[in-house]
């Protein structure tokens, strides 16, 4: 066995992929969950433990361990291998990769190589000298050395500090220029920091690595208070959420995670003991942020300051949280506090609670809706009704949306017939198909595709069987492209593996498999089935060459071809127990 496969041996596929997607056990060895790949509401990616593959019947992507990994987290091949293979204490061998495969594996760890020494740099600057403002300010907002610690907050100073550190550690030119953390003069060749006189917060991807900044002003009237990392290689603004990499265990714990809205909310709940907590880093929320936190949650409660903008994003980001199908709570704070200073005044223990009874999205937005209309008048109620619709018909259900405008309409004190008529003439007739994710296969009967099954997924069952069910299918059965298959890797000998059948297969036929092997609700064939189904093949193959053989005698236009046909006739006649 080679490393790659060696270490795909000893992973587990429902593991990994567990990780970052919640499965939900099928039957056996198959499971299912929502797509990380595409936005879908009903789970049509799955996962097979015994094949070790998944298959998303809703985009098509599918693939073994690497592959997840890869498409996932954006990585190269080398490096989805090195990852496993860490997490497995291997060490990988020092030659493997092509060069030119491996150009842009080469580069992510460059720039990541940056940012690790920049981090470095950021965190000593912080408590020097030069950093003792900066620190003052984290003092008084309340951090001490413990959040400072576990955050890595840091100082990016004036002047040319950085340019000079970064020379000294001989890294590649263009890894430093495409970093992120340094600007290049429009007139010479020259280069300056990027972050001057700021406190740095590190952005980390999913999973963990340092991707990125944010860097605060500690001087109030400077603009713009925060300044991110530019778009890199490895920094993409709109699909990264601060602290995810910390609080995705606390949201998979309580099913839930708390969307704040900058950096030193995150910090300040944190600090309070509350550990599912992350941040758009200076964006509008995004779907493919959205589609992160679905990896690990239902349900989001949104808290956002209570000043207008941020109740406007608030409302923003609620309506895009609804779209992509998430429960949705909103917590406003008592006394226009935002997160962090709520924390800092009244503990954790109060925010918890806060949380706890934070009211689902529609209360929030009907008590938005009383400042901005009369309800004591019933113009009033209608147009703070109508408003509330537009939210209400993004719900992913419709009997979701039927309770919810009835109880909207109690509270507003609207006939809930009313109410329930305008919500039919509101809701756009629904597009989604709810198809079942995965449908029959096409062309094969019930028993050959048991058979398929039975061959993919059991060792003795194709020393017995393969041989004499690949012979039958030759003879014209639609199973025949898959078994050749399935008979010349099998004979190849070595562990057993499905994409090697996949690569022999065209996309069709390789459609077919999969949707044959994470078929729900067939039985489980066995070994002690496999006679059976080879009688059962066998039959449907005569079937197949009686139906031709009739054919050809209708088209049959020589009298010398008739008998040699009439007696092949009889003979399958007999065989099948047709003949009297
Ligand atoms: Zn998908």
């Not at 030119?100 to 981090?119: I, N, T």
């Not at 408590?127 to 907050?153: C, D, H, P, T, W």
């Not at 890199?232 to 709109?238: D, E, G, S």
């Not at 937005?365 to 939210?391: W, Y």
Request: proline share 4%; hydrophobic share 35%; net charge neutral.
């Amino acid at each position: 066995m080679d490393f790659a496969q060696e270490v795909k041996a000893a992973a587990d596929i429902v593991s990994v992929v567990g990780a970052n997607v919640r499965l939900k056990r099928q039957s056996g060895d198959r499971y299912v969950g929502l797509c990380p790949f595409h936005t879908e509401k009903t789970p049509s990616f799955s996962v097979h433990g015994r094949l070790q593959i998944y298959k998303c019947f809703g985009c098509g992507k599918s693939g073994d361990v690497f592959n997840f990994l890869m498409e996932l987290q954006g990585l190269s091949f080398i490096e989805a291998l090195k990852l496993l293979a860490e997490q497995q204490g291997k060490e990988l061998p020092r030659k493997g990769g092509s060069p030119a495969a491996d150009a842009a594996a080469r580069k992510r760890e460059g720039l990541l190589q940056v940012h690790d020494l920049a981090q470095r740099f950021f965190v000593e600057q912080l408590k020097s000298n030069v950093g003792s403002k900066a620190m003052r300010y984290l003092s008084q907002r309340g951090l001490g050395s413990e959040e400072i610690g576990e955050f890595g907050l840091g100082y990016a100073p004036g002047g040319d500090a950085l340019m000079s550190y970064l020379r000294s550690k001989r890294l590649k030119r263009s890894h430093v220029l495409e970093s992120g953390l340094v600007g290049q003069s429009d007139q010479d060749d020259s280069v300056y920091p990027r972050f001057r006189d700021r406190l740095m917060f590190p952005i980390h991807s999913d999973g963990g690595s340092l991707i990125g900044y944010g860097g605060r002003s500690r001087l109030a009237d400077r603009q713009p208070k925060y300044l991110n990392s530019p778009e890199t290689p490895i920094y993409h603004k709109n699909a990264v959420l601060y602290n995810i990499h910390r609080a995705r265990t606390a949201m998979r714990q309580s099913n839930q995670v708390v969307l704040v809205e900058g950096y030193m909310d995150v910090i300040g709940v944190w600090r309070a003991g509350i550990r599912n907590a992350v941040a758009a880093c200076g964006t509008a929320l995004t779907s493919k942020q959205i589609s992160l936190l679905r990896r690990h949650c239902d349900t989001v409660v949104v808290n956002f300051d209570s000043d207008s903008a941020g109740q406007t994003a608030a409302e923003r980001s609620v309506e895009m949280l609804l779209r992509d199908g998430m429960n949705v709570r909103v917590l406003e704070l008592p006394g226009g506090l935002d997160p962090d200073e709520y924390c800092r005044e009244h503990g954790g223990e109060s925010y918890r609670q806060q949380l706890e009874n934070a009211p689902a999205y529609f209360h929030w937005l009907l008590d938005r809706s009383h400042t901005l209309f009369d309800l004591s008048t019933s113009d009033g109620r209608t147009k703070a009704f109508e408003r509330l619709l537009g939210s209400v018909v993004l719900l992913p259900d419709e009997v979701q949306q039927a309770t919810t405008v009835t109880d909207l309409a109690q509270h507003i004190g609207l006939p809930q017939s009313l109410a329930l008529a305008r919500l039919r003439s509101a809701a756009k007739p629904s597009k989604r198909t709810d198809e079942t994710p995965v449908a029959q296969a096409d062309g094969l009967s019930p028993s050959e595709r048991l058979l398929v099954v039975l061959l993919v997924s059991d060792e003795r069952a194709r020393q017995q069987f393969l041989e004499p069910a690949c012979e039958i299918a030759a003879r014209g059965l639609p199973s025949s492209p898959i078994l050749s298959a399935l008979k010349a890797v099998a004979s190849a000998g070595g562990p057993f593996r499905y994409e090697a059948v996949e690569g022999r297969l065209d996309s069709a036929d390789r459609d077919r498999l999969a949707r044959l092997v994470f078929e729900r609700d067939r039985p489980m064939p066995t070994v002690a089935d496999g006679e059976d189904l080879l009688a059962a093949l066998n039959r449907q193959a005569m079937e197949e060459q009686y139906q031709d053989l009739l054919r050809r005698i209708g088209r049959a236009d020589s009298a010398d071809e008739l008998p040699g046909l009439l007696d092949q006739k009889l003979q399958l006649e007999r065989e099948l127990g047709l003949a009297r």
